[in-house]
């Protein structure tokens, strides 16, 4: 057995999961706050979304053997990128990273903590330089076990879950891959949905990072149209009746 096959057979802890797309501005500030915090059992996994600028090249500034570079030939969209990095992950608690945040420092620690006792995470975030936050409540950990009232929050709109500030056991992975074909945006949401459905999901009150509210966010800042908004709708309950058949199947599968 060589040196190499030895780092493959060791089992690796967490895993942070990142999609990438014209990120070059940003990128290198939020590998620096996340590498900081990984142990020598942890991985960064970035699949780039096929960017037209020097986001790739920026990842490749960094010569540490953690962090695993999956680029991608066409464009696929975030929701499937992020799918991409997870599947493609091997730690026993899968981390969702933006390219563009800062982690504060303890992150990695206290919300592997907190997933010793809940299959996912889902923690709050302050803006960088001290904006302000979008106008939806912070979550709270006394609604961790309020799991219907979270998904008819989520349903309505005034649960709000951000991937950037979200973890999850590997015993989730079969629940959120592959994310659902029709849903195009809002992967954070449907991982809260499996989380809440399957009973188990722990709120954060503390804000785990900083996160870099820009024009190329992917998440709007303004109020969407009626219309994008009842298709939203529609989208969140097909995902809560795909969620449902898939947490009782895993529950009945057998254990491998």
């Known amino acids: 057995m060589n040196a190499q096959d030895e780092v493959h057979m060791t089992p690796v802890r967490a895993s942070i999961c990142m999609a990438s797309y014209k990120g070059g501005l940003f990128i290198q500030e939020q590998i ?3 590498l900081s915090q990984m142990g020598p059992n942890d991985e960064l996994v970035i699949v780039d979304d096929a960017s037209p600028d ?6 490749r500034m960094f010569v540490d053997s953690r962090i695993r570079l999956i680029s991608s030939n066409i464009n696929k969209g975030y929701v499937r990128s992020f799918a991409a990095a997870a599947s493609a992950s091997r730690g026993a608690f899968i981390f969702l990273a933006d390219q563009d945040d800062i982690w504060i420092e303890g992150r990695l620690e206290r919300m592997i903590s907190a997933l010793r006792e809940a299959d996912v995470v889902a923690s709050n975030f302050d803006v960088l330089g001290g904006g302000p936050r979008p106008s ?18 989520i349903m309505v709109g005034y649960r709000a879950y951000y991937g950037c500030g979200m973890a999850f056991r590997r015993s989730m992975l079969e629940s959120f891959v592959p994310v659902p074909s029709y849903l195009n945006e809002s992967h954070d949401l449907w991982l809260a949905i ?28 303004g109020w969407r149209s009626l219309g994008k908004i009842l298709s939203a709708r529609i989208t969140l309950l097909r995902c809560l009746a795909e969620a449902v058949g898939r947490v009782d199947r895993h529950r009945q599968s057998p254990p491998a």
């Not at 020097?54 to 990842?59: A, Q």
């Not at 939806?136 to 929050?153: E, K, M, T, V, Y």
């Open 194 to 221: 499996c989380g809440n459905v399957a009973g188990s999901i722990r709120h954060l009150d503390e804000s785990t990072l900083l996160r870099r509210i820009h024009d190329e966010n992917a998440t709007p800042k």
């Open 136 to 153: 939806i409540p912070r979550l709270r950990a006394s609604d961790s076990q309020r799991h219907w009232s979270n998904l008819f929050g």
């Open 32 to 34: 620096d706050s996340i």
């Open 54 to 59: 020097d986001t790739v090249e920026k990842i």
